[in-house]
C-alpha cells in the first residue's frame, strides 16, 4: 500500500479511537475519577480496616503513567478530572501530577478538582491553586474533635480546620462531605449545616456504602438519607434546586442559612440513570460501575506498547460494558459488602 494512504488511514483510526465515550445506554462519559493510591494516613471506620495492606509500590502506576492516562482519557471526551485516594496528598510528588494535569485545563479538560482529608492541606493549598484547581471536597464527618479522633481512629481534627483555612486562604471553594452515620453524627448535622454555610461551604451528606470487610456491622451505622431530610425539614426549610457539579448530589438550598446542601443517595435514591463517571485506580484498573466489580486492565497495555490508538480501544470495550447501574443493598440479611474492595482502592 502506499506509504501516503497508510498514513491517511492511520490518522483515520486515531480520529475514530479518540471518538468521545459512549455508553450502551447513551450516557457520554466525560467525568473521570482517579485514585492516585490506596494510602490514607487516616483509618475512617466505615471506610478501611484498622489494620490494612496495602499495595506494593511496583503495583501502582508512576505519576507518569497516570498522566499518560489521564491525558488518555480526556482526548476521550473527559471534561471533569477528580484526584482521590486514599488521601491523594501523601503520594510522593503528587504535586508533579497535579500540575501536568492542570496545563490541560481549557485546551480539552475544563476542572480539575481534589477530594482530601484536609490532613495535608496547609502544606498544598496555595500550590493547588498555582496549579489549576479551583475547587475541591474535604471528608468532615464531625465537628467534636473527640469523635472525630474516633470515627478516623487516630486524625487531628485541628490539622484538618488548619487546612480548610489554608484552603480559604488560597483561594479555593471548598465543599464539605460528610457520611451520615446513625448514633454518630446524625444529630450534628444541622450543626454542621451552619458550620459550612457560615463560611460559604456546600456540605453534601452521603449514605454509607457496602465496600470492603470493616470490624463493624454497616447496618448499625446506616442512616437512610429520606430519614434525615425529614428530620432536617423540622428545622430548616429546603427547596429543591437544579444545581450540579457533575457528580451525583442532588441539591437543595435552606432558607434560613442561605446555603446548598446535597444528598448522595446510593441506597435510598439510586443515582444511575445519569452517570457520567468511570474510577481509574492507581494500579491502572478500570472500574466502569463503583458498585460492580467489572473491570479493565490498562497498566498491562500501557506497559506493552506506546501505541496510543491501543489505549484508546481498550478504553472503548470497557466502555461498551458500563452497567445501568449498581447493586448496592444494605439490611440485616446482606451485611456482607457488595463489592470487597475498600472505597480507597476504587477512589472516593
Known amino acids: ?118 490532613s495535608q492541606l496547609a502544606r498544598f493549598a496555595d500550590e493547588l491553586y498555582d496549579c489549576g484547581v479551583r475547587r475541591i471536597n474535604v471528608s468532615l464527618d464531625t465537628l467534636d474533635p473527640n469523635k472525630f479522633r474516633q470515627i478516623t481512629r487516630w486524625g487531628d481534627f485541628h490539622k484538618v480546620m488548619e487546612g480548610i483555612d489554608a484552603a480559604h486562604q488560597a483561594g479555593l471553594q471548598i465543599k464539605l462531605n460528610a457520611v451520615a452515620l446513625k448514633d454518630f453524627n446524625d444529630v450534628e448535622i444541622p450543626d454542621m449545616i451552619r458550620f459550612a454555610h457560615g463560611r460559604g461551604m456546600d456540605l453534601t451528606v452521603i449514605e454509607t456504602m457496602p465496600m470492603g470487610e470493616i470490624e463493624e456491622d454497616r447496618t448499625d451505622r446506616y442512616l437512610p438519607l429520606s430519614k434525615l431530610r425529614v428530620d432536617l425539614e423540622q428545622q430548616f426549610t429546603l427547596s429543591e434546586i437544579g444545581y450540579r457539579t457533575g457528580g451525583p448530589a442532588r441539591y437543595v438550598t435552606i432558607k434560613e442559612t442561605g446555603g446548598r446542601l446535597g444528598f448522595i443517595t446510593p441506597m435510598t435514591h439510586n443515582f444511575c440513570e445519569s452517570c457520567n463517571r468511570v474510577r481509574l485506580t492507581c494500579t491502572g484498573t478500570l472500574y466502569m460501575c463503583l458498585g460492580q466489580n467489572d473491570d479493565a486492565d490498562l497498566r498491562t497495555i500501557m506497559r506493552t506498547t506506546d501505541d496510543d490508538g491501543r489505549l484508546y480501544a481498550a478504553i472503548d470495550e470497557a466502555i461498551s460494558r458500563k452497567p445501568q447501574g449498581h447493586d448496592f443493598i444494605i439490611d440485616r440479611t446482606n451485611n456482607r459488602p457488595v463489592v470487597t474492595r475498600h472505597m480507597s482502592v476504587t477512589g472516593g
Not at 80 to 96: A, D, F, Q, S, Y
Not at 104 to 117: F, H
Open 1 to 118: 500500500m502506499n506509504r501516503r494512504v497508510e498514513t491517511i488511514a492511520d490518522a483515520m483510526l486515531l480520529v475514530a479511537d479518540a471518538r468521545p465515550m459512549i455508553d450502551p445506554f447513551q450516557r457520554a462519559v466525560t467525568y473521570l475519577r482517579v485514585s492516585v493510591t490506596d494510602r490514607c494516613d487516616l483509618r475512617c471506620t466505615y471506610c478501611m480496616a484498622e489494620s490494612m495492606s496495602f499495595l506494593p509500590k511496583k503495583d501502582l502506576l508512576t505519576l507518569e503513567e497516570l498522566n499518560r492516562l489521564c491525558s488518555a482519557f480526556i482526548a476521550k471526551g473527559v471534561r471533569k478530572l477528580r484526584l482521590t485516594g486514599g488521601e491523594p496528598l501523601v503520594r510522593k510528588n503528587i504535586m508533579h501530577l497535579v500540575r501536568a494535569l492542570g496545563k490541560q485545563i481549557g485546551t480539552g479538560l475544563d476542572e480539575l478538582t481534589l477530594t482530601t482529608n484536609g
